[in-house]
């Protein structure tokens, strides 16, 4: 079953929005010349991390339906690129409920056409903004059931929100309306990995508006405060997941990490 979006917000396409230069970094065509823009002064590591940023979700989702996860609260979702989170996971657990939550309007209109469910599950979407994560829970309580566990994920989404509004408050006070059992899924950029690529991509996303604040791996750690983090803990998007022992993971400017709630 997939529900409608829930948008009135009209699409600003005079300025920049991460999603739709996630997008076109991505090699989508879903975004604006404003988004083009940025994208177009950006290294090319920043279309490696996107792609990275992406096979970590897969590889989490993936693992996380396996374990027998059939609920997924996705915040920052972004446009819907196919497979999408309720893909994989229903390919696993066909009953699986996903809530997909944006702040762009274009992800809303997409995700009427892109974000159908598997006839068993349950895939809806709402426009949010991760700053108001009251209104999220609320809606994401109509779909899913807040006493059995929850995965939360948040990929590439808190490096968009620094530290004077509160990043690290906000994902602790996601986590405390999650029931025992339930994970965060979390991957975000690093500032201490490639400090002179980092400041770069900061520079030309502010040139746009844009503001990020990249952290370093003690910040991003302080995410999992009270979680228990799963193997192989606190890695790079490359090298979390299981893989072959002679592979040597790629490069990555990105920390990710899965965590439970006991």
């Known amino acids: 079953m997939t529900t409608g979006p829930q948008s009135s917000s009209r699409i600003d396409t005079g300025r920049p929005h991460p999603a739709r230069v996630y997008d076109w970094l991505l090699g989508g065509k879903d975004n604006y010349p404003v988004d083009e823009a940025v994208g177009e002064q950006l290294p090319p590591e920043a279309r490696d991390a996107a792609r990275q940023n992406r096979e970590f979700m897969h590889r989490a989702a993936a693992w996380l339906a396996a374990q027998g996860i059939d609920q997924f609260l996705d915040i920052g979702t972004g446009i819907p690129t196919e497979p999408n989170?309720?893909?994989?996971?229903?390919?696993?657990?066909?009953?699986?409920?996903?809530?997909?939550?944006?702040?762009?309007?274009?992800?809303?209109?997409?995700?009427?056409?892109?974000?159908v469910s598997r006839p068993e599950g349950v895939t809806d979407y709402i426009e949010a903004d991760v700053r108001h994560p009251e209104g999220i829970v609320e809606h994401a309580r109509h779909v899913l059931d807040f006493d059995r566990p929850i995965a939360l994920s948040l990929i590439a989404l808190m490096h968009f929100i620094t530290d004077d509004q509160d990043a690290h408050g906000i994902v602790r006070n996601l986590v405390a309306t999650l029931p025992p059992g339930s994970y965060l899924v979390l991957s975000h950029a690093a500032s201490d990995l490639f400090p002179e690529l980092a400041e770069?991509?900061?520079a030309e996303y502010a040139k746009g508006g844009i503001r990020l604040g990249f952290r370093t791996r003690a910040e991003v750690e302080r995410f999992f405060d009270g979680?228990?983090?799963v193997p192989p803990g606190l890695v790079t998007a490359t090298e979390w997941g299981p893989s072959s022992p002679s592979a040597q993971a790629e490069g990555s400017g990105i920390y990710a990490g899965v965590a439970r709630l006991g």
């Not at 893909?87 to 309007?105: F, L, S």
Request: hydrophobic share 55%; net charge negative; no cysteine.
């Open 227 to 229: 979680l228990e983090l």
């Open 85 to 115: 989170l309720h893909q994989i996971v229903q390919e696993i657990a066909p009953a699986a409920k996903v809530v997909y939550a944006d702040n762009d309007p274009i992800v809303l209109r997409h995700a009427e056409a892109l974000l």
């Open 200 to 202: 770069r991509v900061t």
